[in-house]
DNA sequence: ATGTGATAATATCAGTATGTTATTAACTAA
DNA sequence: TTAGTTAATAACATACTGATATTATCACAT
């Protein structure tokens, strides 16, 4: 290539005198939403169907928003991508590795981060209830699950978060998938947090209508009862047991597996089918 | 707030000797890649169904990758969202406004920008076909709408790009929702361009089945046939006729009005339901 | 042993939605 | 008036869905 600009320069000229500095750039992190499936308290017989979404933070050791509960993440570094610098940030801050993760938004309203102008890309990760055990023993002291309740009406969203005797609460309206939601009101959150976990929350409920997003939230095995019960969870609504089988047939695959001592009729164990 | 950091600062300390400098950051762009749909040659009898998929490019005037075509972008500013900069950038470089929108996935695999550390975070705009006319005659000259051809198979799709004697091809291996696509083959795109263009189509492809995005494309009165045009080549499916038009029934209003001299029993004239 | 209460799993059936073909409608051009 | 063209809807068989009912299988109590 040795084409010439209006300077005179070719291409390499251009390049060796090129100040990426002159121009005001912003930081960029990452921010992961991390969801899991309590599995509930476990009366071997009676046992409650007390399935819980969860979500992962962290408590700031340090200024701005000193502590107040955050998502976990960090900021991006040169030689990764986004998506890889959400990954580590995660693992190193709570251990969590290995589990779905999928890019979200952009969040980018100035002012957001009161240190600098930071550009936050949101993710979502969705943690197999078989790993939270090896999670919750990690050596991420701050890192702790809270127990999710969101309720929304007329276009907002009330969070409320629990973990032990930790509660923060925070309330949202959203304007559709290509806004920012705005912040109400804010109790314990650090940051711009609780809109993104109300995005992340909208998102997880939309692409459960048509995808199979839910299976990352299951262990490697499990009862169709479980995974409706995920489902019935995560999108609010009561479902019929056989609607649902017909319509989760063909993405699990039966292992000829079934649970014991229940009580019951005993169920079948299923494994999410690969295609 | 006056908690004290382990160095003793509140945060009005903290904030006031913040440097954001110490650690590198990378500039942030926005690429928009803005489809719209050609009115096909309009024989006024026995007229060819032959509406395209185009979309826009810039052609570089500078470095790097001078004379290569670009998706319309530029660099996010200090005061303005990500989604601001692309509506500003694509408003100033192709005369395009007041289209639909979407954030679509940032782009940050390192090295992808030769000048620096750059990510970028693509857009996709659909231009209603009614606008199509004023932006030709707009005065940003270095922008071209070209027919927007993609065959997929295996894993990989090959784009085909036309504006009168320009001719640009690129193929790229998709990796899912979650990985940029790789290029494997690039003829007169630049940059990553060609990775945000097949991403973007991928998305446009799968929305249009449980969405109403689709409609963004139209002008604001069309006929049921045009509306089948158009999914018919997003989708690359033939649809008929019948079942289509119980599918967007609830999506589209009658006017009233007809076409007229077409040869034909005339067709009516529908709007968008807004709901 | 036998019954009770629990959940699993499937059968059944009505109502709805969908894919497909056929038919009718309304226009232009020859 | 006819041929050609596309629009619009009717008609019908099949598939899908929501809902209820029925049967299965277990733990436990008596």
Redesign the interface.
Known sequence: ?N????NG???QQ??AQ?N?KE??????AVDTVAFAISEGSQDNYRKLPSKQLCLLLIQR????H??QWALPGG?????????SAACRELEEETGVADSY???L??F???GRD????V?S?AHMALVSSGKLEAIAGSDAQSAKWFVLNASSGNGQVALSLKAGDVELSATVALNG????PEIIKNDGLAFDHAKIIAYALMRLRGEL??SDLAFNLMPEKFTLSELQQVYELLSGKRLLSAAFRRKVNSFVVQTGEYTQNAGHRPSQIYVRNKE
Request: glycine share 6%.
């Open positions: 290539m084409l010439l600009d209006e320069m070719d291409e251009f390049l090129y990426q121009y005001p750039c912003p930081s960029v050791a340090g200024h701005p000193i502590g900021f991006v570094e040169p030689d990764e991508t986004v998506g993760i999928e890019q938004f952009a980018s309203t100035p009161p240190r600098a102008w550009i890309v998938e290509q806004l920012e209508e048509y």
